[in-house]
């Protein structure tokens, strides 16, 4: 009803707001009708591992791969001097002759080969390292943010360095690219930079190569139990090539570049199927929070599949990636009444160094004592592996719904391209079924 005693002018007006107001809302209706009828994204939860997410960019965004390399390769420049750091304090230990053998039941104490003057000059020639890592590490990621966290992955292991996913920790190499552009190829790069961390690397090349082969290094490292090839970001057999004056990472390198990530990044694909349907995807990545089920769980109820990586090479260490670890987490997460719905994707990584161990004869039963007394061939205890983490999803699962598994070694591009094709297809004709657009 218009206002009573309302004059032509006013009745003008009310009806001049009551059009634009009409109008407005017809058009968020409209566009309310165009998101519903819209196809809905395939959205994935990623529970581990950074580098299953660089491989779907490589896959469907390899031009960002290319424009990071800068970025990367002071990555890669932290994880070398860390590792050298690592031995570096293996020699330290070594100077004391005996240490005890912590991993021994018996407490005994365990004695170090005998460090000769040569080893303990290439160690002080190498020291400079420590300056490199501290300032790689400021830069990346600066002591004073709150966005970067230590963290402590086990007793062989330097605390890790952690940085909040929202951060734009890459800006920071920026301007060894020339003119602030994004590095594309050996041109792009300012080689002249004098904070330019490879220089020192370049210099040290040679001794890095001597102490990394030398023997009596190799078995003080083996009596430790320290083996680096474990380590993320290990790149010490390559060390010739990736210290060399104008080194740019390939792909392979960025896939194997270890720098740990907090909190939740959100990314968006457009991928294809073999049958050329494309679709968008989103690919949330909740980083080093994977362990706090219980928080994130509720922003996450809607995905239609969850891939959760679980390294099966650390069955005989004391790292954080622990079995028991893992075991307590797949448990919660195929438990968690929120995601009863949710379609399960399990890797099972790591699977060349898992097996490098069990053709080296290190008894799967001494760590995973159910395994009992079963042949220790890598076909059985990989596939005991398998059948615990399925069964245990089923004693814990009240509802059906998709559980696919496969072993993997994702800095492996070409049988993580295949595995990763294989899912898209499932993933994209399940949505579009649902969708009703099959």
């Not at 031995?87 to 004391?96: E, F, H, L, N, P």
Request: net charge neutral.
């Amino acid at each position: 009803m218009p206002p009573e005693f309302e004059t032509p002018e006013e009745r003008d007006w009310r009806l001049q707001k009551e059009e634009e107001a009409k109008r407005v809302s017809n058009a968020i209706d409209e566009e309310l009708n165009k998101e519903r009828k819209a196809p809905k994204p395939v959205k994935i939860l990623l529970l581990g591992k950074s580098t299953t997410l660089k491989n779907f960019q490589l896959m469907h965004e390899p031009k960002a791969f290319g424009k990071e390399r800068a970025s990367w390769r002071a990555v890669i420049y932290l994880n070398i001097v860390r590792s050298f750091h690592l031995i570096m304090d293996a020699m330290d230990r070594a100077q004391g002759r005996t240490v005890m053998a912590g991993d021994h039941e018996d407490g005994e104490f365990l004695e170090l080969p005998r460090l000769s003057a040569e080893h303990l000059k290439i160690k002080r020639r190498l020291s400079p390292l420590l300056q490199v890592e501290d300032g790689l590490m400021n830069q990346i990621s600066p002591v004073q943010s709150a966005d970067r966290e230590i963290t402590h992955p086990g007793r062989t292991s330097l605390k890790e360095i952690a940085v909040n996913s929202a951060t734009q920790w890459k800006d920071a190499f920026g301007r060894l690219v020339r003119g602030g552009r994004l590095c594309e190829d050996l041109e792009d790069m300012d080689w002249g930079d004098p904070n330019n961390p490879g220089k020192l690397l370049n210099a040290c090349s040679e001794d890095m190569v001597r102490l990394w082969h030398d023997p009596v290094i190799q078995e003080l490292l083996l009596r430790l139990k320290i083996r680096m090839e474990d380590h993320a970001g290990f790149f010490l057999d390559s060390l010739e090539r990736v210290t060399a004056a104008r080194y740019l990472p390939t792909d392979d390198d960025i896939l194997r570049a270890r720098l740990k990530t907090l909190g939740v990044s959100e990314h968006q694909f457009r991928m294809k199927t073999s049958t050329g349907v494309s679709k968008d995807w989103r690919i949330y990545d909740v980083g080093g929070h994977r362990s706090q089920v219980t928080a994130w769980v509720p922003f996450f109820d809607d995905m239609d599949a969850i891939i959760f990586l679980a390294p099966i090479s650390a069955f005989d260490q004391m790292l954080e990636e622990d079995p028991k670890v893992n075991r307590l987490l797949w448990i919660n997460l195929v438990s968690n009444e929120l995601l009863s719905r949710t379609n399960i994707i399990l890797f099972l990584n790591k699977f060349d160094i898992f097996q490098a161990k069990i053709e080296a004869g290190i008894p799967l039963a001494r760590y995973v004592t159910s395994y009992r007394n079963r042949p220790n061939d890598v076909t059985s205890t990989s596939e005991y592996l398998q059948k615990k983490f399925a069964a245990l999803m089923k004693s814990h699962t009240k509802l059906p719904r998709m559980f696919y598994s496969h072993f993997t070694t994702v800095t492996d591009t070409k049988s993580t391209k295949y595995v990763l094709s294989n899912l898209q297809d499932m993933l994209m004709r399940q949505n579009f079924a649902e969708c009703d657009l099959t």
